[in-house]
């Protein structure tokens, strides 16, 4: 390559020019980032299932839409459940930017919204699941089955599904702050 003056610029090749811009700094990373942003969507979809079928028993049950019998009321827990549609949004919007807040926020109000409720209602429905369990007896129902024993079925998904989420939340964050640490090194 020569320069207006004429002469040639020496020691420069084509080698030497690395592009930086649209590139991540640790391929690794990136590699991580992806595979961890992969389960999490995987996952906020679980959660998005849970939480509609959460959702519908409370609309049905008080709208009316069915007899009780069908569909009982929901217990009490299952309304500040409804609330973990926040963690699942603050998630979502975290993943397309690497978004550091909304994945913070997103990990803590899981904890919340998420799992609180979870834990308060194991101990809500459990004198009603020694009862069924110890005398056959349920009261409430949702299509025919006991309405305790599905929504502990709904309960033990949700638990896993909130494990694992804040889990790989926690690794992906680890991830994007090795990477923006890397960046101020050079």
């Given at each position: 390559m020569t320069s207006r003056g004429?002469?040639?610029?020496?020691?420069t090749t084509k080698s030497d020019f690395k592009p930086t811009r649209g590139r991540p700094s640790t391929h690794s990373n990136y590699q991580m980032s992806a595979a961890l942003k992969s389960e999490i969507r995987k996952?906020?979809?679980?959660?998005l299932v849970t939480w509609l079928l959460v959702a519908a028993q409370v609309t049905v049950s008080h709208l009316d839409l069915v007899s009780h019998d069908t569909v009982s009321m929901p217990y009490q827990w299952e309304y500040p459940y409804l609330l973990s549609l926040f963690p699942l949004a603050a998630s979502s919007f975290s993943l397309p930017k690497n978004?550091?807040?909304y994945l913070v926020i997103s990990m803590i109000s899981s904890g919340l919204f998420s799992v609180a409720p979870l834990i308060y209602g194991s101990m809500e429905m459990f004198p009603v699941a020694q009862l069924l369990y110890r005398h056959g007896k349920a009261y409430?129902?949702?299509f025919g089955f006991s309405a305790v024993t599905?929504?502990?079925l709904v309960m033990v998904v949700a638990v896993q599904v909130h494990g694992w989420q804040i889990y790989y939340s926690?690794?992906?964050l680890d991830s994007w702050f090795d990477d923006t640490q890397e960046k101020k090194k050079k």
């Open positions: 004429g002469s040639k610029t020496a020691g996952l906020n979809f679980v959660h978004n550091i807040s409430r129902f949702i599905v929504m502990y926690k690794k992906l």
